[in-house]
Antibody, heavy 120, light 111 residues
Framework: EVQLVESGGGLIQPGGSLRLSCAAS????????MTWVRQAPGKGLEWVAV???????YYADFVRGRFNVSRDNSKNTLYVEMNSLRSEDSAVYYC??????????????WGQGTLVTVSS | QSALTQPASVSGSPGQSITISCTGT?????????VSWYRQHPGKAPKLLIF???NRPSGVSNRFSGSKSGNTASLTISGLQAEDEADYYC???????????FGGGTKLTVL
């Protein structure tokens, strides 16, 4: 079964750092395009970042320079390192497998999400 | 880049059909057949319903169908069921540096 399980969310102070993990099963993270999408409480979905199968990464403007997406092929796990966190980064963070064509982005499956709360 | 425009809410009775619209621009929905739709039940992850405007993934009911005209894509759900009550989001490729846009979401209420 193709599945994604996120972990690592929690309460963090503004300016702090947090690393989220997304463990995949049923497929290979290294040969897939993998993304992070977030959803602030009561709000809509917002694309955050993607890592392509060749290792290249691309970020939304609002996280570029602060977030870093990586993967561990041996653990079949995706990560996002989030630095200089702001209150507006508070959201449920989902990882998702993206379609294999960068200009035709659709996402399936999605993980269950992990909640990040940035507050003092 | 603004989100794609969806109605905040729609409703319908069991057995009826409803349509949710998703309006963009010529930089996204209008010029590219790369629109997808997702359903999200409260507290759950989104689920892919439609990709490339009209295509259903394996396992998705044929009660769900997609279409597009100009800058507006649409999701139609026929034979409404109680389980269809959820939030629905559209998404599209965009030539902006965001590369993918989501709609603001539509809450479907089954009366």
């Amino acid at each position: 079964e193709v599945q994604l399980v996120e972990s690592g969310g929690g309460l963090i102070q503004p300016g702090g750092s947090l690393r989220l993990s997304c463990a995949a099963s049923g497929f290979s993270v290294s040969s897939s395009y993998m993304t992070w999408v977030r959803q602030a409480p009561g709000k809509g979905l917002e694309w955050v970042a993607v890592i392509y199968s060749d290792g290249n990464t691309y970020y939304a403007d609002f996280v570029r320079g602060r977030f870093n997406v990586s993967r561990d092929n041996s653990k079949n796990t995706l990560y996002v390192e989030m630095n200089s966190l702001r209150s507006e980064d508070s959201a449920v963070y989902y990882c998702a497998r993206m379609s294999s064509t960068w200009y035709d982005p659709w996402f399936d499956p999605w993980g269950q999400g992990t909640l990040v709360t940035v507050s003092s | 880049q603004s989100a794609l425009t969806q109605p905040a809410s729609v409703s319908g009775s069991p057995g009826q059909s409803i349509t949710i619209s998703c309006t963009g621009t010529s930089s996204d929905v209008g010029d590219y057949n790369y629109v997808s739709w997702y359903r999200q039940h409260p507290g759950k992850a989104p689920k892919l319903l439609i990709f490339d405007v009209t295509n259903r993934p394996s396992g998705v009911s044929n009660r769900f169908s997609g279409s597009k005209s100009g800058n507006t894509a649409s999701l139609t759900i026929s034979g409404l069921q109680a389980e269809d009550e959820a939030d629905y989001y559209c998404s599209s490729f965009t030539t902006s540096n965001t590369f993918v846009l989501f709609g603001g979401g539509t809450k479907l209420t089954v009366l």
